[in-house]
């Protein structure tokens, strides 16, 4: 009777788990729930990542344009008006709405996979989901977007911009440099991207843990969210700046002056000293926290709806 009973396919925790909590769609709600939320995002943070950009392009000697963040944003309003600080939106906003699907959307796949039965991730589980949502995002949607991000603002700083909108100046990349050209610095990329997540979700999940306690349902109210997700944007500033500054250079319209992302590093390092790879980290926190801040209340938002309407 008992080897009736006993089924001839290996036990797999994750699918019974997800099966009995309705989780088996965790991962396309994932996708669903992100991707909303990097549209609404970005349009709030956009300005802050345009100063960071133009300050990590701004090279030393007689080349140097501003003297800092209200220097960089005064001269571009005088310059060009105030929606000169959201040149380049269209950019991100194409590019923001699949990366944070295809993040959140892997976040959720992993950690179905690989929590325990209540639902709960190890040290080392957190790590690794953050970690390949951050692989997955820098591969689909980070590179492209960042590549063509960084040459738009980078073609706007010049005295006659070539590029005359989103279609067409990636139509002139694409003919001047071929494809790859919008797949510069994708070695940065990933390593930029893949330790930003990891250590972000560690930190967010590891605070919601430790909010939780003893009862792993507990429900953690959206503004405290939001505070754990300023910590872990701050964590992750702090941990990965050189690698930003890096991959920004690898991706700007003087790229083809580097051999390599180690090439870049160690140029940087010896013509602008070890202070250049963290340039933009003032105007960089402020963004990071806050676009880390919005984006999970964001998104756990969504998630608790969806989790209500969508079985």
Known sequence: MDREKQSPFPHRPWMTAGAAAGTGTMGLKGIVAGGITGGIEICITYPTEFVKTQLQLDEKGAAKKYNGIFDCVKKTVQQRGFFGLY????????????????????????????????????????????LGAGVCEAIVAVTPMETIKVKFINDQRSANPKFKGFVHGVGEIVKSEGIGGVYKGLT?????????????????????????????????????????????????????????????????????????TADCAMKILKNEGPAAFYKGTVPRLGRVCLDVAITFMIYDSFMDLFNKVWV
């Open 87 to 130: 040149r380049g939106l269209s950019v991100l906003l194409y590019g923001s709405i699949p990366k944070s699907a295809t993040r959140f959307g892997a976040f959720e796949t992993l950690k179905n996979r690989i929590q325990d039965s209540n639902g709960q991730l190890s040290s080392s589980g957190k790590l690794l989901c953050g």
């Open 188 to 260: 940065a990329t990933i390593l930029k991207q893949g330790s930003n997540q990891a250590i972000r979700f560690f930190v967010l999940e590891t605070l919601k843990d430790v909010y939780k306690g003893d009862d792993p349902k507990k429900p953690v109210p959206k503004l405290v969210v939001g505070v754990f997700g300023a910590l872990a944007g701050a964590a992750s500033v702090f941990g990965n700046t050189p690698l930003d500054v890096v991959k920004t250079r690898m991706q700007g319209l003087e790229a083809a002056k580097y051999k390599n």
